[in-house]
């Protein structure tokens, strides 16, 4: 199921991050070397009378980063049906917005310092110093709220836009070809995984946020580079050695969530309808990924590849 041709083990260690949108969030420099036919992060199920296909997402995109992988335009013809995180189509970005708030914003006076504790709170300010981040704007946000706020904060830095992600490049093409969407959770059950999360672990995922923002750009393009090119060895000891090390975050974030999708998408086998399922791609890596649950469920899936005529 795993092909390793990117050669990124030869080189330095990528750096580690996590991801704290629900996803991860990726992109791709602009020129790629001719290797066509190189595996692509994205899969294959087959069922008896149709497939599903299992796309790792990239939330945020620059212009210079399409086009996309011919394999992932060719999975989206053959499918009927999307289905995505959440339902794109129909999702209200104010009231998603309303729920972070309603979620994430302190009340009655307390503030991220009196959460964070006296030592918590001046490691993470001196770290919001050296990416300049004011902290101060964070003042009425949990961790956890203040956490997510900063990663989106870093991206737009170095020119990522949502609006320029796979999700929202699949939603608009959905539209112009009338192709139902519909999504495997809520935004309200994507906020509770957050809010849900322990004091201490929305402290250290503040921090590790903080504490990694001034590598981003430098170590982006690694963790890119093997995910269009689909090298998941590189992908899994570059993204999934540090969530490892927290195992309620890996469970409510990632494991958690794997389990249930692999029910949903196993009800999709055996449909009418051929369907393009996507997610953020650190859910499709590893031994707790969905791709490999659904091997171990019986299910025959196969990692894919670019079109050798692709260049």
Do not use: C
């Not at 991860?24 to 009378?49: E, K």
């Not at 796979?166 to 139902?180: C, F, N, T, W, Y």
């Not at 963790?223 to 998941?232: E, F, L, M, T």
């Amino acid at each position: 199921m795993q092909q390793n041709l990117s050669g990124l083990s030869k080189k330095r260690p990528m750096k580690s991050r996590l991801f704290l949108a629900m996803a991860i969030l990726l992109s791709a420099p602009a020129a790629w070397p001719d290797t066509a036919g190189h595996p692509v992060t994205m899969w294959r199920a087959a069922g008896q009378t149709n497939s599903v296909y299992l796309l790792g997402s990239i939330h945020l995109l620059r212009p210079g980063d399409y086009p996309l992988p011919a394999a992932i335009d060719a999975a989206y013809e053959e499918a009927e049906v999307l289905v995505m995180e959440l339902d794109m189509d129909d999702l209200d970005g104010v009231q998603a917005q309303q729920l972070f708030a309603q979620s994430g914003v302190l009340q009655g006076g307390k503030t991220l310092r009196d959460l964070m504790g006296e030592p918590a709170y001046q490691q993470a300010s001196a770290a919001a110093d050296a990416i300049d981040i004011p902290i101060e704007m964070l003042a009425q946000s949990e961790p956890w709220l203040a956490a997510v706020t900063v990663e989106m904060m870093m991206f737009y830095r170095i020119g990522f836009n949502p609006m320029l992600g796979i999700e929202m490049h699949l939603v608009s093409q959905a539209g112009r070809d009338g192709k139902p969407i519909e999504g495997l959770e809520t935004a309200a059950e994507q906020t509770a995984f957050l809010d849900g999360l322990s004091l201490d672990t929305q402290r250290d995922m503040l921090l590790q946020t903080l504490e990694e923002g001034a590598g981003l750009e430098e170590s982006i393009d690694e963790i890119i580079h093997a995910w269009r090119y689909g090298d998941i060895a590189a992908l899994e000891s570059g993204l999934l050695q540090d969530l490892a090390k927290n195992e309620e975050l890996s469970e409510a974030l990632v494991n958690g969530r794997n389990r249930r999708w692999v029910a949903q998408i196993s009800e999709l086998l055996d449909d009418s309808d051929d369907y393009l399922v996507v997610v953020g791609a650190l859910h499709l890596i590893g031994d707790q990924g969905v791709p490999e649950l659904l091997a171990k469920a019986g299910v025959k899936i196969v990692q894919l590849s670019e079109p050798p005529s692709v260049q």
